[in-house]
């Protein structure tokens, strides 16, 4: 199947999940439940899996993480500027806009579009990706956030540090994602195989992962809709399309990364935000309709830019 094909069928299914939950097809119940059965259980499988069996020879690692995080953290300041800036929002939706403008959905959108477009070896990029994406977005929203409390000054008291990093890290640690990455390089490096039977269980699970995410996020959708601040919205989902991957793009071709692992990146930073933008604007209780307004706006008009951004991708690289 074509690339365009490829695409339209990843966008074909969002949007079949999409109207199953608008005409009540389904009830919003199972797109909650779908998503935690890929959260706790599919896409943690298909990590681990992927951390034991892939071959990475050739993905350089450093190189690939210095040239998406680069392009994270341009589209972050500069989505945490523009709000602030043209929109005279406050340092505490300053943070939540950094994250809607650089936070891409790997895994929910990601998982299933890589493996259709790039098969197992572009999954196998995106998890080196994935391993570090989570944890050091997470530490940055929180360092941050602390900060933004304080130039706001509502921040009730002295907030202890070591509370603050002990909860990091214990979220951190019971994260599905986290302990399937970090279960999978543990077997990996004890050089033992797995057997053949667990080996299949793992397959025929993380198998589901890809097509179950996609219906479970065009459920989730129709869930977090469209509440206002669409301007905004619209700002911090062009960065996100458009300049972070340019700048991923551009950080590839200065040092020089192998051409199917630059592809991936690039792609990898073109993808729109997800769920987990919201969340943390939940977590933080300000910038809740900005993230989610980010988010569906971008999603939106990721069927169109992804497109455009595997075909510079290919022109480039090859």
Known sequence: MGLVQTIIVVFGGIAVAYAAAHFKLLDERVGDGLSEFVFMIAA????????????????????????????LAVAWALSDLAIKVIFHRDNRAG???????????????????????YGQDGFAILSLIVA???PSVMAASITLHE???????????????HKVVTSFFRSLLRNPFVLGILGGWIWRWSGLQLPVVVDSLVELLGSVAGPVALFAMGMGLKKFGISGQLAASLVIAM????????????M???????????????????LPAGVNSY????????????????MVVATALS????????????????
Request: glycine share 10%; charged share 10%.
């Open 44 to 71: 943690p499988l298909l990590l681990f899996r992927t951390m034991v069996t892939a071959d990475f020879h050739g993905s350089a690692p450093w190189g690939l993480w210095a040239s998406y995080f680069t392009g």
């Open 95 to 117: 943070v939540v806009a950094g994250v809607s403008g650089a936070f891409s959905n790997l895994v929910f959108l990601g998982m299933p579009l890589m493996l259709g477009v």
């Open 132 to 134: 570090i994406h989570m």
């Open 147 to 161: 900060i933004a409390l304080r130039r706001d000054g509502v921040l009730d008291g002295e907030r202890s540090l």
């Open 239 to 250: 960065i996100k399309l458009f300049i972070m991957p340019a700048v991923v793009l551009a």
């Open 252 to 270: 590839a071709l200065l040092i020089d990364l192998t051409p199917f692992t630059a592809k991936i990146a690039v792609i990898s930073a073109a």
């Open 279 to 294: 969340l943390i604007a939940t977590k933080f209780g300000t910038g809740q309709a900005l993230a989610s307004n980010s």
């Open 303 to 318: 069927a169109v830019s992804m497109v455009f951004w595997v075909t510079v991708a290919t022109h480039v690289f090859g």
